[in-house]
């Protein structure tokens, strides 16, 4: 079974500067995804990044970014020019690829709280 | 953003009661899931859907059953509540891998 662990339950970053946010998994299938959710105060999940385990190269969404590495199974997440608006759970997720396409479960990791201070 | 919305939002029970929480999605996604949210656990798969009248346990399914009857709607019932499954619940739908989520629902079993 594929295991999702973030090792960092909390962090805390000043406004306008950048920070890492960690994740390693535990998978033997070589075809899958990994994703990263928001989930702010109001509880909403939000699709933040994604990244296909074929594609080298890392997934960019404006101030976020991932650093893939798919030989150590990590994928950490890079928030750059933090914004108080940031401050936010963050989970990890990652899901098994379909050949035909169509959909799998996600498996999260337990979250690492983020808070972003003026 | 997909239209996903759960009901009720909010909903306190007592031990034993039965309680429905429904799951509706305008998207016609195949899919369909109810994850559950706790403290120090993350999201955990409760059960799924991958069409009508197809559906599969997840990995905390004891004490849960579904019903998929309309593309559109995913049931989530708990026969007889218990404390233990006192939790937010997410439901989500997909038609491809990026699953989108509903708001949650708060379930307080007393």
């Known amino acids: 079974a594929q295991t999702v662990t973030q090792s960092q339950p909390e962090m805390s970053v000043q406004e306008a500067e950048t920070v890492t946010l960690s994740c390693t998994y535990d998978t033997s299938e070589n075809n899958y995804y990994l994703f990263w959710y928001k989930q702010p105060p109001s509880r909403q999940m939000i699709l933040v990044i994604r990244?296909?385990?074929?594609?080298?190269q890392n997934a960019t969404e404006n101030r976020f970014s991932v650093n893939f590495q798919k030989a150590a199974k990590s994928f950490s997440l890079k928030i750059s020019d933090s914004q108080l608006g940031d401050t936010a759970m963050y989970f990890c997720?990652?899901?098994?690829?379909?050949?035909?396409?169509?959909?799998?479960?996600?498996?999260f990791g337990k979250g690492t709280k983020l808070t972003v201070n003026p | 953003d997909a239209g996903i919305t759960q009901s009720p939002r909010h909903k306190v029970t007592e031990t034993g009661t039965p309680v429905t929480l429904r799951c509706h999605q305008t998207e016609n996604h195949r899919y369909m899931y109810w994850y559950r949210q706790d403290p120090g656990h993350g999201l955990r798969l409760i059960h799924y859907s991958y069409g009508v009248k197809d559906t599969d346990k997840g990995e905390v399914s004891d004490g849960y059953s579904v019903s998929r009857s309309k593309t559109e709607d995913f049931l989530l019932t708990l026969e007889s509540a218990t404390s233990s499954q006192t939790s937010v619940y997410f439901c989500?739908?997909?038609?491809?891998?990026?699953?989108?989520f509903g708001p949650g629902t708060r379930l307080t079993v007393t």
């Open positions: 990244q296909e385990a074929y594609k080298q």
């Open positions: 997720a990652f899901m098994n690829g379909r050949a035909q396409g169509g959909s799998e479960k996600l498996v």
């Open positions: 989500a739908s997909s038609d491809r891998e990026e699953q989108y």
